[in-house]
C-alpha cells in the first residue's frame, strides 16, 4: 500500500501532472489513462493527496497548464473515468460497508458534512480545497459547464445511496452557482450556507 511521505513533494507532483497531461494531450486517452494511474496507485487512503495535488496545480500551473489538466478531468468525466475516491455509503459505518466511488468535488462535499458530530473537512477547509479544484475547472469553460452538470445530476439522484439530502441539497446549490458563473469561491459559499441551514 502506497504511504504519504512525511514531507511530500506537492510541487514536484503537480509538475509530473501537468506534464503528463500536456505532453500526452488532455483531449487524448493517454493523459486521461495517466491521471486514471495516479489514483489507482495511491488507493483510496491517499485519495485526498490526489485533490491536494489537483490545488497546488491551481495555485501554481501556467494558465495554460491548468487548463490542460482541466481538459483532462472533464475527458475523463465524458468517459466515465473520472478519478475517484471511495467513502462509505451514506448510513453505513461499520466495517465492511458498502462504499460508493466519489468524484473530486463530490468526495469534498461528503467530507464536509458532519456525519456523526463531527466532519472530515472544516467550512474553511472545505472551502480552500474545493475551490482551488473548482478554480482549475474553471480555466476551461466546457469543463466546469459539464462537471457542474455532473453535480447536478449526482444531487438529483436520491436513489444513489451515496450521499444524505441534505449535502444533496448543498451539492445543488453548488452545482447552481457554479453552473450560472465561473465564481469558485461563491459557489462552495452556497454549498457551505446550504449545510449550515440544514435541520440537524
Known amino acids: 500500500m502506497a504511504e504519504?511521505?512525511?514531507?511530500?513533494?506537492?510541487?514536484?507532483?503537480?509538475?509530473?501532472?501537468?506534464?503528463?497531461?500536456?505532453?500526452l494531450g488532455p483531449r487524448q486517452d493517454g493523459a486521461v489513462a495517466l491521471m486514471e494511474a495516479v489514483c489507482t496507485g495511491l488507493g483510496d487512503q491517499l485519495y485526498p493527496a490526489f485533490l491536494r495535488v489537483l490545488a497546488e496545480v491551481n495555485q501554481r500551473g501556467e494558465y495554460?497548464?491548468?487548463?490542460?489538466?482541466?481538459?483532462t478531468l472533464v475527458q475523463a468525466l465524458s468517459q466515465g473515468r473520472l478519478p475517484s475516491g471511495s467513502r462509505a455509503a451514506w448510513g453505513a459505518w461499520q466495517p465492511g460497508a458498502q462504499r460508493r466511488s466519489l468524484g473530486p468535488i463530490e468526495y469534498l462535499c461528503l467530507a464536509a458534512w458532519p456525519q456523526r458530530g463531527q466532519a472530515d473537512l472544516s467550512p474553511e477547509q472545505f472551502q480552500t480545497l474545493a475551490?482551488?479544484?473548482?478554480?482549475?475547472?474553471?480555466?476551461?469553460?466546457?469543463?466546469?459547464?459539464?462537471?457542474?452538470?455532473?453535480?447536478?445530476?449526482?444531487?438529483?439522484?436520491?436513489?444513489d445511496g451515496t450521499m444524505p439530502?441534505?449535502?444533496?441539497?448543498?451539492?445543488?446549490?453548488?452545482?447552481?452557482?457554479?453552473?450560472?458563473?465561473?465564481?469558485?469561491?461563491?459557489?462552495?459559499?452556497?454549498?457551505?450556507?446550504?449545510?449550515?441551514?440544514?435541520p440537524r
Not at 495554460?64 to 481538459?71: C, F, G, T
Not at 453552473?179 to 469561491?185: E, K
Open 4 to 23: 504519504l511521505l512525511a514531507q511530500p513533494r506537492w510541487v514536484e507532483a503537480a509538475q509530473a501532472l501537468i506534464g503528463g497531461c500536456v505532453d
Open 64 to 71: 495554460a497548464a491548468r487548463a490542460a489538466v482541466a481538459q
Open 131 to 159: 475551490g482551488a479544484v473548482m478554480e482549475l475547472l474553471d480555466c476551461d469553460a466546457e469543463a466546469r459547464r459539464l462537471y457542474a452538470d455532473h453535480l447536478a445530476a449526482v444531487a438529483d439522484d436520491p436513489l
Open 165 to 198: 439530502r441534505e449535502v444533496r441539497a448543498g451539492l445543488r446549490a453548488l452545482a447552481h452557482s457554479w453552473r450560472g458563473q465561473p465564481d469558485a469561491s461563491q459557489a462552495c459559499m452556497a454549498f457551505v450556507d446550504s449545510l449550515a441551514r440544514a
